[in-house]
C-alpha cells in the first residue's frame, strides 16, 4: 500500500525493463508472453503470440472474449494461491499465469502460453473450430505451429520467471520505499528548519516589542518618579 492506497505495477517496476525480461523469456523459451495489472489491463506489449491466436482466436469478438476470461480466471486463480498456475484455455491450448507479489499484495500477472505439452489432435479443437466459425483447413496449418513442450519444461520455465519477477519487484518496492522515507527526511529537516527560524524571528519580534515598549515609557516614567522625588523632599518645620 501506498498512502492507504493499493500499489500498482508501474509504482515500483520501471516498464522498460519488464518488457525486456518478458521479451528474452519469450524468445529463449519460444513462449508467447504479456504482463498486465491487477484489472487485466496489458502493461506490457505482447511477446511471440501465435498466428493462431493472434489471426484466429482473437480474430473475433467472441474468440476474444472467451481468451480475455480464460486469463482472467487463470489470473485469479494464481493470484490467490501466490503461485504459478498452468491450465487449459478456452481453446484447447496452454497457458500460464505467475502473479507478481510485494509483501503478499497481488500487483499484477504474467501471462503467456499459447503451446501444448503433446501433439495435437483435431477433434480436441473440433468446438472451437465450430463455435469460432473458423476455416478449419487454415486452422489446422496454423495448429501444427504450436510449439510442443514437456510439462515438466513448461513448470520449470514459469516457475523461473516468476521468481526472477517477483524478485525485481521486491527490490523496486524497497527503493520506493528508500526514496519516500528520504522525502520525510527531507520534510523533516525543512519543517525543523521552519520552526528554527520561526522561533528566532519571535525572539527578534519580541525584542523589538519590549524595546519600543520600554523607549515609549521612559518619558513618562521619568516624570512620574521625578514627580515622586519631590514629593519625598524633606522640608524642615519652621
Keep these: ?91 484447447g491450448l496452454i497457458d500460464f499465469a505467475a502473479p507478481i507479489l510485494v509483501n503478499g499484495e497481488h500487483i499484477g500477472t504474467i501471462l503467456g502460453g499459447q503451446l501444448l505439452t503433446k501433439k495435437p489432435l483435431v477433434s480436441d479443437f473440433k468446438n472451437a473450430i465450430e463455435e469460432l466459425n473458423l476455416n478449419k483447413k487454415e486452422f489446422i496449418t496454423a495448429l ?20 526472477i519477477a517477483n524478485s525485481i519487484s521486491q527490490i523496486g518496492y524497497e527503493e520506493l520505499e528508500l526514496k519516500r522515507n528520504a522525502k520525510k527526511m527531507e520534510r523533516s529537516i525543512l519543517d525543523q528548519h521552519k520552526l528554527l527560524d520561526d522561533s528566532r524571528k519571535y525572539n527578534i519580534n519580541q525584542s523589538k516589542m519590549f524595546y519600543s515598549i520600554s523607549h515609549e515609557l521612559k518619558t513618562p516614567l521619568n516624570i512620574i518618579f521625578s514627580e515622586i522625588g519631590r514629593a519625598h523632599v524633606w522640608t524642615p518645620v519652621t
Design 1 to 91: 500500500m501506498i498512502n492507504n492506497k493499493p500499489l500498482k505495477i508501474t509504482d515500483i517496476l520501471d516498464i522498460k525493463l519488464i518488457q525486456s525480461l518478458q521479451d528474452n523469456f519469450a524468445q529463449s523459451m519460444d513462449i508467447a508472453s504479456i504482463i498486465v495489472d491487477t484489472n487485466g489491463n496489458p502493461v506490457t506489449k505482447p511477446s511471440r503470440y501465435t498466428n493462431i491466436c493472434a489471426n484466429f482466436i482473437h480474430n473475433s469478438v467472441s474468440g476474444d472474449t472467451k481468451c480475455a476470461e480464460s486469463h482472467r480466471k487463470c489470473g485469479e486463480f494464481a493470484a490467490k494461491t501466490g503461485k504459478p498456475y498452468i491450465s487449459k484455455c478456452h481453446a
Design 144 to 163: 501444427k505451429e504450436i510449439k510442443v513442450i514437456e510439462e515438466q519444461k513448461l513448470k520449470s520455465a514459469v516457475e523461473t520467471i516468476f521468481i
